[in-house]
């Protein structure tokens, strides 16, 4: 999948010092939002520094915008300079293992105008696996600016999904579980279901059964029942797990893709709006 780096590579290319490279370590537990920052503190890849899905990539959650919205991309641009990132630096991502926050972090820098930017392959997890080394020593950082060429084309807001919705000038993908999907459980929310018209692809498909994320043909049939020809508009819960289905997407040749980062959360904060159940 394209954006995606092995561990291999990736200690390849610290060996050669190739030092304009940031890693970035974004382990975070939806239902333990302090134990990726303490994961960081007990260990970490070499040099890695640390972003917060809720401090850093994510904005205070409001009676609209979803449960995480997004950050003000001007600021959150300064915090990517803070830490040593400007747009020449290749940054390279990682979660526990392939999860959905590191994919998040690539889609902000990517909104935000960077394309040197790649989520390691199996994450913390192989990593350790590869026999890799791990250190608690905290980096010093060497702080940039990043100049900012914000593509707002990439998103849409609760407005536009609806009226493109209704009126099938785009489809609708919702990234989350399939019993999330159907409205047979919601852990989260106090409404169960889907926006209407919405197609389930749940992000967790992407990966294959040996762990790694699925490339080639094999992404080119998961995604067979949709058209590169269409508008493709990605939702999930709260505008994370979307983002593993965007990059999957863009991988497999799909253009025209947008995130609704607010997503089920945000569009059952408006009443007015109806949900979907199956069955």
Not at 99 to 124: N, P, Q, S, T
Not at 155 to 184: C, F, H, W
Request: some cysteine.
């Amino acid at each position: 999948m394209k954006n995606i780096i092995s561990v291999s590579r990736l200690k390849k290319r610290l060996e050669n010092g190739q030092d304009n490279t940031v890693i970035v370590d974004v382990r975070f537990q939806l239902e333990d939002p302090d134990a990726g920052r303490k994961m960081y503190l007990k260990d970490h890849l070499p040099g890695a520094v640390y972003m917060d899905l809720n401090k850093d990539l994510s904005d205070r959650a409001e009676k609209h915008g979803g449960n995480h919205p997004l950050p003000n991309l001007e600021m959150f641009a300064a915090k990517v300079g803070n830490i040593g990132i400007d747009n020449d630096t290749t940054v390279v991502i990682y979660d526990q293992g392939n999860e959905m926050f590191a994919a998040r972090l690539w889609w902000l820098l990517e909104v935000i105008g960077h394309d040197k930017v790649y989520i390691l392959e199996g994450g913390y997890h192989r990593w350790i696996e590869e026999g890799n080394k791990v250190t608690d020593e905290i980096p010093s950082l060497n702080e940039k600016e990043f100049h900012t060429v914000i593509r707002n084309e990439n998103t849409v807001d609760m407005e536009e999904v609806r009226k493109k919705t209704e009126d099938n000038a785009a489809v609708l993908i919702d990234s989350r579980a399939p019993e999330r999907y159907q409205g047979k459980t919601e852990p989260l929310y106090r409404r169960a279901g889907h926006i209407p018209g919405a197609v389930n692809y749940f992000w967790k498909d992407l990966v294959a059964a040996d762990g790694t994320w699925k490339k080639g043909e094999d992404l080119e049939r998961h995604f067979s029942d949709l058209s590169k020809e269409d508008e493709i508009i990605v939702s999930c819960g709260s505008g994370v797990s979307a983002c593993p289905n965007i990059l999957a997407l863009k991988s497999a040749g799909f253009k025209n893709v947008k995130l609704y980062p607010g997503s089920f959360s945000d569009w059952i904060s408006y009443d007015e709006n109806e949900v979907e159940v199956d069955g």
